[in-house]
């Protein structure tokens, strides 16, 4: 595999993930009570621990795309 083709496959991949953290990221935001009130059912969790769990998750999801994605390709861009 050559520089070029590791590029736009890190290019990508931040794009699709990026993508997906502004999903979630909305939808956190703006509908949070639903999403929390159709998962109530199967996780019998306060409001406050939903809040905190997804939050965590947010910014876990968020350092993996930084430190998987947007590092590598900003490393590839440099050398390439």
Known sequence: MD???LTEFFKWC???NVGLLAFW???FLFASDLVCC???PWFSA???AWDLVMYSFLGAF???V??????PWV???IIG
């Open 3 to 5: 520089i070029q083709t």
């Open 75 to 77: 490393a590839l861009l």
């Open 46 to 48: 306060s409001r406050e």
């Open 62 to 64: 968020k350092i993996f």
């Open 25 to 27: 990221s909305v939808w």
């Open 38 to 40: 159709l998962q109530r």
């Open 14 to 16: 931040t794009i699709l």
């Open 66 to 71: 930084l430190v998987l994605n947007v590092v």
